[in-house]
């Protein structure tokens, strides 16, 4: 355990006023953003978050199709949740499951051309939302440092969670 400014390991490391400031702000600015742009996607295309990131993710490799064990990895998804949001996908016609011809363990996940279709009409609704909400308000150097810092926590996460 690291020691702390008074000397005493047992005592919490409380925030800074600066580093408060910003805690607050993630807090308070996190889910504000998020909640905008999930109802916009919501009202513009009928799609959850989690369909969205499912068919884009799909949309954007080749033949759009992926495995789902490697789908699961990319999301960081457990593969109970994928295959929940999978079989609901299904049931829309949007997605549909293939055994892969020459591994008859593996299996993918295929947009159908519905799922095509929709995430060709959702994306641009998307995109001009995320625009309104988040990047539109920032100035470019904001931009740059907004994405260095969720760089840099995404990448000190991930090696934390791969240690635990």
Not at 29 to 51: H, K, Y
Not at 82 to 101: N, P
Not at 133 to 157: K, N, S, Y
Request: proline share 3%.
């Amino acid at each position: 355990m690291a020691e702390n400014e008074t000397g005493n390991e047992s005592a919490p490391r409380w925030l800074s006023e600066p580093e408060q400031q910003a805690w607050y702000a993630w807090r308070r600015m996190f889910p504000l953003v998020n909640a905008d742009i999930a109802r916009d996607l919501t009202q513009d295309s009928g799609l959850s978050e989690a369909d969205y990131d499912v068919l884009s993710v799909l949309g954007s490799t080749d033949g759009h199709r992926m495995r789902i064990s490697a789908l699961a990895v990319l999301m960081q998804w457990s593969r109970s949740r994928l295959s929940h949001q999978l079989t609901r996908m299904e049931q829309r016609g949007i997605v549909r499951r293939e055994e892969v011809a020459d591994d008859g363990r593996g299996a993918e996940v295929v947009l159908t051309e519905q799922g095509v279709t929709t995430i060709m009409t959702a994306a641009p609704l998307h995109v001009e939302s995320v625009r309104r909400h988040l990047i539109d308000i920032l100035t470019p150097e904001q931009l740059r440092t907004f994405a260095e810092v969720g760089e840099l926590l995404r990448t000190r996460l991930g090696v934390e969670r791969k240690t635990r």
